[in-house]
T-cell receptor, first 110, second 114 residues
Framework: AQSVTQPDIHITVSEGASLELRCNYS??????LFWYVQSPGQGLQLLLK??????LVQGIKGFEAEFKRSQSSFNLRKPSVHWSDAAEYFC????????FGTGTRLQVFP | AAGVIQSPRHLIKEKRETATLKCYPI?????VYWYQQGPGQDPQFLIS???????DKGSIPDRFSAQQFSDYHSELNMSSLELGDSALYFC?????????????FGPGTRLTVT
């Protein structure tokens, strides 16, 4: 069955610190992988995607993610977090309908 | 750039009433998806349309129906509303015909059933 696991429900970091949000997936074929960000009461904004090719993908707002097939992972990273990055982050997989993970809530302390 | 438009943004209904949610995809996008996000939950896929035909169906109750019109906008019709239908309903669109699987989400319609 297709599924996405985000092991960390809640992460707290200091502003300026580095960030890594974990995502593991289970998918029968070559996955299309996505990271979305959602601010409270807002819609979902696409941060980045992986379809094929270079396994390190760059996204908006300084985010990047690395696809590791051997680990079935697609972790999101940012070298220096800003207070405005505080939000809910969803990893998703799918080539049509998207299957989302349960999300990771990021809190940023000044 | 034009984004996905959803209306209304907020809707309050009573139990057993009906509701209609509308979605206007990004111009030239040929595929529309509907998702339901309960409080504190991840979005759950309901149904999708490609070129005005239903292409996939998820955990959508029989009380719900949807369609995509000739101008590609879509409507989600919800009848006999229940308290548990209170959620944020997202519409997303993509350009599947060009093998683009990026889905762009609208701001959502927050439905409250009292």
């Amino acid at each position: 069955a297709q599924s996405v696991t985000q092991p960390d429900i809640h992460i707290t970091v200091s502003e300026g610190a580095s960030l890594e949000l974990r995502c593991n997936y289970s998918y029968g074929a070559t996955p299309y992988l996505f990271w979305y960000v959602q601010s409270p009461g807002q819609g979902l904004q696409l941060l980045l995607k992986y379809f094929s090719g270079d396994t390190l993908v760059q996204g908006i707002k300084g985010f990047e993610a690395e696809f590791k097939r051997s680990q079935s992972s697609f972790n999101l990273r940012k070298p220096s977090v800003h207070w405005s990055d505080a939000a809910e982050y969803f990893c998703a997989v799918g080539d049509d309908k998207l299957i989302f993970g349960t999300g990771t809530r990021l809190q940023v302390f000044p | 750039a034009a984004g996905v438009i959803q209306s209304p943004r907020h809707l309050i209904k009573e139990k057993r009433e009906t509701a209609t949610l509308k979605c206007y995809p990004i111009p030239r996008h040929d595929t529309v998806y509907w998702y339901q996000q309960g409080p504190g939950q991840d979005p759950q896929f309901l149904i999708s349309f490609y070129e005005k035909m239903q292409s996939d169906k998820g955990s959508i109750p029989d009380r719900f129906s949807a369609q995509q019109f000739s101008d590609y906008h879509s409507e989600l019709n919800m009848s006999s509303l229940e308290l548990g239908d209170s959620a944020l309903y997202f519409c997303a669109s993509s350009l599947r015909g060009f093998n683009s699987y990026e889905q762009y989400f609208g701001p959502g319609t927050r439905l409250t059933v009292t």
